[in-house]
């Protein structure tokens, strides 16, 4: 167990050379700034909106509309790939090997981190939901403070829906990532993937394409399946993360 969170904590630190911590960052704040912006530039219907006992739950629609059809899937292929493609770019898969860790460990602390990179997501773009219903009330004095609690624990439940709908694309993103040295190969898998999905999400059988999953979970979760769309989330991901574990140990060259 302390080795394991030993290389945790190493591919920890590797994440701060890496774009992908900016893009958490960023992404995380960034539909909800959008929003702050659109209601900061309409002052005069904003003290109506704070009275609305239905202000957060239109908030968190108005957030999830355009992160879980975008941003969210973009996100976390952009991600993944780059944690993953980290050793690849730095010529580095050789000196990790060398280390005193199993394949194993290596794997799944890389898994790991990318994992606690999109809790830490949820988290920010929650704040960033609660901060764009009170921030007006700092900028203009006749707005007044929601009245309604900020519901945050059936805000992060609802984060655990599109969190699990992730899972598929993050072990589909490790698996390629970890074949392909060429960083350009796994976000052309991914995005082709992604296009394929917003018109697959209209078919019937969408949900047999896992990219599919952040937009119904969006749409309600339910799928034209006797399964259930968690079944089915949870189902690619151990599958894929399963496959990729096996073609990364009997790989004879890693990097």
């Known amino acids: 167990m302390t080795t394991f969170i030993d290389s945790f904590s190493s591919e920890w630190l590797k994440r701060k050379r890496t774009a992908a911590a900016w893009l958490v960052l960023i992404g995380g704040f960034f539909i909800p700034l959008i929003i702050l912006g659109a209601r900061l530039s309409e002052p005069d219907g904003l003290a109506a ?3 609305d006992p239905l202000l957060w739950q239109k908030l968190y629609s108005r957030s999830w509309q355009f992160m879980g059809f ?3 899937p973009i996100g976390v292929i952009l991600a993944t790939s780059l944690i993953t493609q980290l050793e690849f770019r ?5 000196q990790l090997h060398t280390t005193p860790q199993s394949l194993t460990t290596i794997f799944f602390a890389k898994l790991a981190v990318i994992l606690v990179m999109l809790v830490q997501f949820f988290l920010l773009f929650n704040i960033g939901i609660y901060l764009t219903g009170v921030l007006p009330c700092l900028f203009f004095r006749s707005v007044p403070y929601p009245l309604e609690p900020f519901p945050w624990l059936s805000f992060l439940k609802g984060s655990g829906k599109f969190f699990l709908s992730s899972l598929p694309i993050v072990a589909l993103q490790y698996l390629v990532s970890l074949r392909f040295k060429n960083f350009l190969v796994p976000l052309g898998i991914g995005f082709g993937l ?13 949900y047999l394409v896992p990219y599919t999953y952040t937009w119904y979970t969006f749409l309600g979760g339910r799928v034209h399946s006797g399964a259930s769309l968690e079944v089915w989330e949870l189902g690619y ?3 894929l993360t399963i496959l990729s574990y096996i073609l990364y140990i009997s790989r004879k060259e890693k990097g």
């Open 237 to 239: 991901f151990g599958v």
């Open 49 to 51: 909106a704070n009275r």
């Open 194 to 206: 992604y296009v394929a999905s917003a018109i697959a999400v209209h078919w019937k059988y969408g």
């Open 70 to 72: 975008f941003l969210l």
């Open 90 to 94: 730095n010529n580095t898969w050789k």
